[in-house]
C-alpha cells in the first residue's frame, strides 16, 4: 500500500511493518459480522474437498492480524484462506508483473499498491477479473476518486480498494507552546488552513522561538510529497500523459519545498531511514505530514516518552498519499470464489473492523459511519478523534489521476531532487534539471 506501504527500498520495510495504531472509540465495538447461515455459501472441489484460496500480500497488511480470515472461515466452512507475503514490494510487484504474463505461480487474491494500480490495469487488465458486478460490491459504499483509481478506461473495475491514506499534521504540542504558537489542534489547523503557504509561515514564527535543536518539520521531500498529494494533477493528466516537468503543481510543490529547506525550516532528514527514526526519539522536529498510517509509525519511534506531546491536526489541504487494492487473476483455478472473497475483505464493515484493529483508514466511506471508525480516538496523539478527522480529509481528497510510473516519479523527485536541496544546499534551478533528466533515463524517454 502506499498506505503505509511506499514502493520500493526501505519505505516498503517501513510502512509496511507498522500499520497498526492504538485506536480506541469510546463504546464503539466492531461492525457486526453477517450471519454465518446467510453469508454460507457451498464450495467444494470437483471431488468434494474443501477449496483453498490463497491471497499474496506484500508486508503487513493487517488482514490476517485482525482476523479477517478466520471469520471468512467460519462463515464458509468450505473454504479455507492461506496468505503468503514478501516483505518488499519491491519483490513483490515484479514477481507479480511476472506471474499475471505467464499465467501462473499466481495468489487467488493479489494485492496492489496504488503506486503501481495504473500500470497493472493498463498492461495487465485481460488477465484479471472483473470486480465490480461481483454481488455484495456496490460502488457507492467506496470514495468516488478511490473506486476511480481501480477502473481501467474501458469502463471495468478489477481492482477493490483495501485502505487509503488521508493526510494531516501531526505535530508537538510541548514545541509548539515553547516557541509561542497556540496547542490546541483546532488552533493549530487555523494556523495553515486552506493554503499550504500557511504553514510555511507557521514554519517561520516557530523559527523565531524554535527550542534549541529542533527544527519546524522533518524534510523538505515530506513538505513536496504532501503539498503534491493535495493536487488535482499530480504526475499524469487524465489522458495518462506524463506531465511532471510543466504542471505548475509540481512545480508549487517543489519551489514550497525549497523555500523550507533554504529557510532553515527543516531538520535536513531522509524520511525512513534510521536518523530519522531516531528523531521523533530526540524531539529533533515539531511536525510532519502524517497520513492515517503514519500514527503507528510515531507512535512506535517516539515511544512512550511522545505520548502526550504529539496530536494531530488537519491538513492545509486534503490528499491521499498510500492505499492498496486486491484483484483476482484470471487464471486462477477458483476465480468466483476468489471473487467473493475479496468483495467480502473490501466491504465496509471489513474495512471497519481492520481501520479498528490495525489503524488502516478504510477507502470504503460507507464505513465512516460506523462507531468503530465514526467514534474511534487515538490516546497517544492527546486523544485525537483520529476517525472524524481523517474521514474529513478522505472525502476531500482530488480525484487525481494515477498514472504507471507514480511511484517511480515521486522518489525520484524526493530522492535525486529534493534531498540534495535539503541536506548539500544544492541550487534548485540544477537539480530541477538533474531530477528531469534522471527521470527521463529512468523511463527510457
Keep these: 500500500m502506499w498506505s503505509g506501504r511506499r514502493s520500493s527500498g526501505v519505505y516498503g520495510i517501513a510502512l509496511a511493518l507498522l500499520l497498526g495504531a492504538a485506536l480506541s472509540a469510546g463504546c464503539a465495538t466492531d461492525p457486526a459480522e453477517p450471519s454465518p447461515a446467510a453469508a454460507r455459501q457451498r464450495s467444494v472441489n470437483e471431488d468434494g474437498r474443501r477449496i483453498t484460496l490463497t491471497v499474496g500480500v506484500f508486508g503487513t497488511f493487517g488482514m490476517e492480524e485482525a482476523g479477517l480470515y478466520d471469520t471468512y472461515m467460519r462463515l464458509h466452512p468450505d473454504i479455507a484462506v492461506r496468505q503468503t507475503s ?27 499498491e496504488v503506486g503501481n494500480i495504473a500500470e497493472v490495469l493498463a498492461t495487465q487488465a485481460d488477465r484479471l477479473v472483473e ?20 477502473t481501467g478506461r474501458d469502463g471495468r473495475t478489477r481492482a477493490l480498494g483495501t485502505d487509503i491514506g488521508p493526510q494531516a499534521v501531526c505535530y508537538r504540542k510541548d514545541l509548539f507552546a515553547r516557541a509561542g504558537l497556540p496547542t490546541e489542534r483546532g488552533a493549530v489547523g487555523r494556523l495553515w488552513a486552506g493554503d499550504w503557504r500557511g504553514y510555511l509561515a507557521a514554519g517561520l514564527r516557530y523559527r523565531e522561538r524554535a527550542p534549541e ?10 513538505v513536496m510529497a504532501a503539498v503534491t498529494a493535495s493536487a488535482g494533477v499530480r504526475f499524469y493528466d487524465a489522458r495518462g500523459r506524463l506531465v511532471v516537468a510543466e504542471n505548475p503543481a509540481v512545480r508549487e510543490a517543489w519551489d514550497l519545498a525549497t523555500a523550507f529547506a533554504r529557510r532553515g525550516l527543516t531538520a535536513r532528514l531522509q524520511q525512513f531511514t534510521p536518523g530519522w527514526d531516531q528523531a521523533f526519539a530526540n524531539g529533533r522536529f515539531a511536525t510532519v505530514a502524517c497520513p492515517a498510517w503514519m500514527l503507528g509509525y510515531i507512535q512506535d519511534k517516539a515511544g512512550p516518552a511522545g505520548r502526550g506531546r504529539w496530536d494531530v491536526a488537519a491538513a492545509p489541504r486534503p490528499g491521499s498519499w498510500g492505499g492498496s487494492f486486491l484483484v483476482v487473476p484470471a487464471a486462477g483455478r477458483h476465480r468466483e470464489e476468489a471473487a467473493r472473497l475479496a468483495a467480502w475483505l473490501t466491504a465496509p464493515a471489513q474495512q471497519a473492523r481492520l481501520f479498528a484493529r490495525r489503524g488502516s483508514f478504510p477507502s470504503a466511506s460507507a464505513a465512516y459511519a460506523l462507531p468503530s471508525v465514526a467514534g474511534a480516538r487515538h490516546p497517544y496523539f492527546g486523544d485525537a478523534p483520529v ?22 516519479v515521486a522518489q525520484t523527485l524526493a530522492d535525486v531532487g529534493m534531498l540534495q536541496i535539503d541536506q548539500t544546499g544544492r541550487d534548485p534551478d540544477e537539480a530541477w534539471r538533474a531530477t528531469m533528466k534522471a527521470l527521463d533515463n529512468a523511463l527510457d524517454r
Design 86 to 112: 514478501l516483505t518488499r514490494n519491491d519483490v513483490y510487484y515484479p514477481q507479480l508483473l511476472t506471474h499475471l504474463t505467464a499465467g501462473s505461480g499466481l495468489a487467488d487474491v493479489q494485492a496492489v
Design 131 to 150: 470486480l465490480g458486478t461481483v454481488p455484495g460490491v456496490d460502488r457507492r459504499a467506496f470514495l468516488p476518486w478511490k473506486w476511480a483509481q481501480g
Design 387 to 408: 476517525g472524524a478527522l481523517f474521514a474529513a480529509a478522505a472525502r476531500g481528497v482530488p480525484r487525481a489521476p494515477v498514472g504507471p510510473k507514480d511511484a517511480l
Design 213 to 222: 535543536g529542533t527544527a519546524f518539520t522533518d524534510s523538505a521531500s515530506g
